[in-house]
């Protein structure tokens, strides 16, 4: 029998996230810190709003845009958030935020194609690139600045085959953020090199010393970002699956056309879930998203000072709810920390390999879990660090 699988999809590397998930998926009582999702509940206003469209009937297709309705509420809510400015009709619902990405990739990226990743960065970006026939290239970050994008650093990596730049801020696994000012120092480049930007900011609610700011906020680059959020993590709505879109005509047009092909449209139940996220979440003035972030930044806080006691030096992050500690100091990989941690005292963290070459002496650890679980995996990370310092 022939080999039916394609050699594209041979040269993907599984996820470096999922191979610890498994490991510690054949362990009992293992502590994880692996997974980046809220450990908070879908706020019940929502759940109520999705509820309701089930009992009232709404079980069918939407068009393959979305609701009119909730493409119209987050035209609003980026304006008035985020100062960024899509018409609903440049908007498209999509599957999570995971479809957006796909879905912006396949529609920009031709065959070599290079697309510039800064590094550290989400597992997803390459792989898909990959995946489509282009090359990925990254852009490597240092916590010596907080994991920014610089404008050096960018320019050392582009060539006339470069085509776009993922723009993966607040990031994850750094909870590195781009402030306005440095924003505009990558904006000549982007556009002496004539580059589209594709904006991951799933995270953009989650930012703790100061607002967030977009990208796609900034006039000069208006008919060249496509914009990618969601509501997965602002609103604890990971299982509902439901994300969105924002693009200039011609990348959105062909964005759309695979959307239509690959997943028709998103389900309508978590459309109007989403719907009341926005609409009733701005009556009450976003408090539960507020409040979510409010105890997100007292775990940051708590996690922070736990391993600079450590004596891991530990980037603040500014966003999101990673920390992403170097272990160089203790004499082995990232990778290397994670097994042994994980085999000696099941506690489960992600290796920054995993999110790039240059996390090779990091680990990420998420804080979207209670402050007991919290204690329990930083208590035995210390030992864990301790015992290694003994050796």
């Known amino acids: 029998m022939r080999d039916f699988v394609s050699e594209r999809a041979k040269r993907v590397k599984p996820s470096g996230i999922r191979k610890f998930f498994d490991l510690a998926a054949g362990r009992k009582d293992v502590i ?20 309701s469209a089930l009992k009232r009937g709404y079980t069918q297709y939407t068009s393959n845009k979305g609701l009119v309705e909730l493409r119209a509420e987050i035209s609003e809510y980026l304006k008035d958030r985020f100062n960024v400015f899509f018409d609903k009709e440049n908007i498209v619902i999509t599957m999570g935020a995971s ?9 920009v990226v031709d065959e070599d194609d290079e697309i510039l990743i800064p590094d550290p960065s989400y597992v997803s970006y ?33 060539t006339p085959k470069t085509k776009a730049l993922i723009f993966p801020y607040p990031n994850n696994p750094t909870g590195g953020i ?4 440095y924003i505009e120092k990558i904006i000549p480049i982007i556009l002496k090199h004539d580059l589209l930007v594709i904006s991951d900011e799933i995270y953009a609610e989650l930012t703790y010393d100061e607002k967030h700011c977009s990208i796609a906020s900034f006039p000069e680059l208006a008919d060249r970002v496509v914009l990618i959020g969601g509501f997965s993590k602002s609103f604890a709505m990971t299982g509902w699956r439901i994300g969105f879109a924002c693009a200039p005509n011609a990348v959105f047009q062909a964005m759309l056309k695979i959307h239509q092909y690959a997943a028709i449209c998103a389900p309508i139940f978590s459309q109007h879930a989403a719907l009341a996220a926005l609409k009733l979440g701005k009556q009450e003035g976003f408090g539960a998203v507020t409040e979510m972030r409010e105890e997100y930044d007292r775990r940051r806080r ?9 004596g891991l030096e530990c980037f603040e992050p500014k ?28 506690v489960a963290v992600v290796p920054g390999s995993a999110f790039g070459e240059f996390g090779k002496y990091y680990i990420r650890c998420s804080y979207a879990y209670s402050m007991d679980a919290l204690k329990t995996a930083t208590d035995k990370i210390a030992e864990f660090v301790k015992e290694l310092r003994l050796k």
Do not use: H, Q
């Open 319 to 346: 966003g999101s709810f990673y920390v992403f500690p170097c272990v160089k100091n203790t004499g082995i990989t990232g990778e290397e920390f994670a097994t042994r941690l994980l085999c000696d005292k099941s």
């Open 32 to 51: 994880s810190l692996g997974v980046g999702e809220p450990d908070f509940i879908t706020p019940w206003y929502i759940r109520d709003a999705g509820i």
């Open 178 to 181: 781009m402030e306005k000012e």
């Open 302 to 310: 708590f996690m922070l000072g736990v391993f600079r006691r450590m």
């Open 126 to 158: 390459g792989p898909i690139v990959e995946l489509i026939g282009g090359k990925p290239v990254s852009v490597p970050t240092s916590g010596d600045n907080g994991f920014k994008l610089t404008p050096e650093n960018l320019e050392k990596v582009i």
């Open 99 to 107: 479809e957006a990405i796909d879905i912006s990739l396949r529609a």
